[in-house]
Antibody, heavy 120, light 107 residues
Framework: QVQLQEAGPGQVKPSETLSLTCSVSGASVNSGSYFCRWTRQLPGKSLEWIGDIHNSGSTSYNPALKSRVTISIDTSKNQFSLKLASVSADDTAMYYC????????????WGPGTMVTVSS | DIQMTQSPSSLSASVGDRVTITCRSSQNIDTFLNWFQQKPGKAPKLLIFGASRLQSGVPSRFSGSGSGTDFTLTISSLQPEDFATYYCRQSYSVPGTFGQGTTVEIK
């Protein structure tokens, strides 16, 4: 059974960098048939795709966030990470990691999410 | 960006009712359409991928249809555990975009 778990600080100061990790169990982040993804949900709002990374290291980012986002994979720890630079209150959200199938483009496995508040 | 518009934004229904939620994309997305269910405080759960393909483990009362720009999620007989918010999401082009959500409430 594939399980994902987000981890990181619950609060980040404005202008600093938000850093989250997603630990994967029951599957390898190095699988060529799957992608790893970050999605966020602002309070009371819909969902917003942040970006994907494939085992090759290739990434795809939301153009609205691209200048501030970095997603990376650590195969030795079987986890992947999100860095979002220069955060503001607009980045306060629930952050989810997920894993999806390249062929179906659908992410069936999600972590429970972690709430990040941007505040001084 | 491709805009995804769901209707209605919310609906009230009773257990046993047939419920239909629609999702319209601002341009042709073929069948690159997923449906998710989200309950309060929980992560989204994938129900349907490829517009009509039922994710493993999802009850058969859920079904999806459509292609191009118009899509439908149907719950054939609403169960108590189905009261939640439902989102469509296109995976045809970057950025993948979600609809605004449809909340199914108890009547």
């Amino acid at each position: 059974q594939v399980q994902l778990q987000e981890a990181g600080p619950g609060q980040v100061k404005p202008s600093e960098t938000l850093s989250l990790t997603c630990s994967v169990s029951g599957a390898s982040v190095n699988s060529g048939s799957y992608f790893c993804r970050w999605t966020r949900q602002l309070p009371g709002k819909s969902l917003e795709w942040i970006g994907d990374i494939h085992n090759s290291g290739s990434t795809s980012y939301n153009p609205a966030l691209k200048s501030r986002v970095t997603i990376s994979i650590d195969t030795s720890k079987n986890q992947f990470s999100l860095k979002l630079a220069s955060v503001s209150a607009d980045d306060t959200a629930m952050y989810y990691c997920s894993r999806g199938n390249v062929l179906t483009t659908a992410d069936a496995n999600w972590g429970p999410g972690t709430m990040v508040t941007v505040s001084s | 960006d491709i805009q995804m518009t769901q209707s209605p934004s919310s609906l009230s229904a009773s257990v046993g009712d047939r419920v239909t939620i629609t999702c319209r994309s601002s341009q042709n997305i073929d069948t690159f359409l997923n449906w998710f269910q989200q309950k309060p405080g929980k992560a989204p759960k994938l129900l349907i991928f490829g517009a009509s393909r039922l994710q493993s483990g999802v009850p058969s009362r859920f079904s999806g249809s459509g292609s191009g720009t118009d899509f439908t999620l149907t719950i054939s007989s609403l169960q108590p555990e189905d009261f939640a918010t439902y989102y469509c999401r296109q995976s045809y082009s970057v950025p993948g975009t979600f609809g605004q959500g449809t909340t199914v409430e108890i009547k």
